[in-house]
């Protein structure tokens, strides 16, 4: 299966009215449909917006950024030297949209989440985004086997990067790599850091270049596959661990998505549009089997066209805190913890995309 370029791929939105709620009715709504437990979430890009991360569409559905041409996997992999430019486009843009992904902070709605799963109340999280900022909002009593178990990333994470001959990295380290390769571009990323003109990141780390030629940057090679002597010319490409456009998500992904649902008795979606199919698919599965759907997103979805679906127009983060609050009762007082978790969470959503809310990938 591969992930599809949005612009390209998808049925034409559905344009279908539904009926505006109060936040009381949406906060009771979604009360009932979390309170009996055992819950499958699965969020897109819309619960990042809040962090400062900017979805890919607005509250029509179109794209916020029309001008937006992600990079292909078949040209990422590309082993020729024009596969070797877009490598160079690719790691410049990801280099300069790094920082912002790496500061991010955990939005309300990520916390309100991580409030729910500590209650296990909700069970199973499948998140379309590479941000890891879910993985930031988690109890502090889970380690990495429970986080892992609990939290598929269903296009995988930025934060670490692997080479076509499978050594892995953390993108921290590498980030480093290409500052000490290409010190005029690190003075460039203190520059804008200075004057606080960061360009505008997309959700997956990529940002626009201004102005600004990437034919001098030095894109480093796999430093474990020349340790193993293999020749420079050779050596084999590094990637963020994303699905890229064009590229497979594996099988195992794929099966443990539709297992992370089964054992769950329902499905909450939030903040996606369900452009992509590997999202799509898990709703279209939930129907399948039975499962009640419900959705918390603004704006027309992928999904708008079954009827079984209950769909409250709403930003997350306008409703979820309270939602927890009205679930867990007393508890959410007395436990130190389910406070800590409550209490946390950032409210930035871009500046210049306040309209747009709560939508996305
Ligand atoms: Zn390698």
Redesign the pocket.
Known sequence: MRVSIPTISLDPLVTKAFPQVSKTEAVSRLVSFIEPGNVAVLTGAGISVDSGIRAYRGQNGRYLNPNYHPIFFHELADPTPKGHRFRQRYWARSYLGWPAIKEAKPSTSHYAIGALQYSNLVHKLITQNVDGLHGKAIPITWGAYEKQRRILELHGRLRTVS?T???SQSRAVFQERISSLNPSWRKYVDELARTGSEPRTNPDGDVELRGRYFTDFVVPN?E??LLEGVNADEA?IIKPDVIFFGESISSAVKDRSFRDLECCDKLLVIGTTLATYSAFRIVKHALEVGKPVMMLNIGPTRADKFERIEKIEMKSGAVLTDVCSLVLGPKAHHDPELRRLMMSGVVQPPIDDTADNDTGG
Do not use: D, F, Q
């Open positions: 080479c001959r499978g050594h796999c474990l596959c084999s």
